[in-house]
């Protein structure tokens, strides 16, 4: 799975030729699966001015666009991630400064409660009311309609990373007295709100997945334990798949990293909580998603930065795993042959190198 990263390249919410070249050549370069970036329900949901939207018909179109060339000239299927940045929107591009205000146009932000993401830095958010909260769940159901219409495979919620529906579920960012603060059945009382909308629209016999921060890495936020019961009332709600990703909800975190550091949260909801779930987090060549895979800790990888590097990085881990009966592009066909052989003639001289 391609995992969805934020590119800030659209103008207006609307993607145009980079995406259509980044997400496709992914496609063609062999992924099963493609997922497009948060992809905002409002303006004022997005993390930057580059952010892409799903709030009006021409980005709907555009994003059509992408869709019919991943299913024409691929077999990968394509999928899009539905959020809102909450405390997090209003920010500059990650080139010009990740998570730092706008230098001007600034536009007011949400949250479950008045509390900025980086103190003395950031914009300090509202705390929602009652009727803005309303206004945002209708506006996911609005876009939700869109994402159907544009023909994408899969649609994930993301309830993760500090965002919005993420501020809600964690106790270290939603202080709230009302029914949607206290206790976890209360914090989740919103996002799940959401999602159930959602999934009313969204038909049943296409998949949609939600993805959580398993992890706040913070003393007293979201725990490994949390993430499964977590992962069992989207399980109730209908969920189809958990992404279990973890950590940017508090800039006191102190994550401890290493190779595949996020694949015990997915194992642990997988086979806790009874729901397929997809790891992501520092999985960077096949033997990793191989093992992850066989050993019953995930039903899907995400990677990201390997396909930033590598357009066609599992059409070129295939063939370096000796895994030929995989589908190329015709138009590159010459290049799977030449790979292979690439390939078996170094497997070949380390083997003589080793007698």
Known sequence: VVSPMAMYSCKDGVPGDFHLVHLGARAMGGAGLVMVEMTCVSPEARITPGCPGMWNDTQAAAFKRIVDFVHTNSDAKIGIQLGHAGRKASTRVSWEGTD??????????V?????????????????????????????????????????FDLLELHCAHGYLLSSFISPLTNLRTDEYGGSLENRLRYPLAIFRAMRKVWPEHLPMSVRISAHDWVEGGITPDDAVEIARYFKEAGVDLVDCSSGQVSKAEHPVYGRMFQTPFSDRVRNEAGVS???????FDADHVNSIIASGRADLCALARPHLADAAWTLRESARIGYTNVAWPKQYFPAKRQLETNFERAAAY??????
């Open 350 to 355: 380390a083997q003589s190198m080793g007698k």
């Open 111 to 151: 949250s479950a409660s008045a509390l900025p993401y980086i103190e003395g830095v950031s914009q300090v958010p509202q705390a929602m009311t009652h009727e803005q909260m309303d206004e945002v769940l209708d506006e996911f159901v609005v876009s939700t309609r869109r994402v159907l219409a544009a023909g």
């Open 277 to 283: 779930t997809m790891a992501v987090g520092a999985i």
């Open 100 to 109: 730092l205000p706008l230098l001007e146009d600034n536009w007011p932000i």
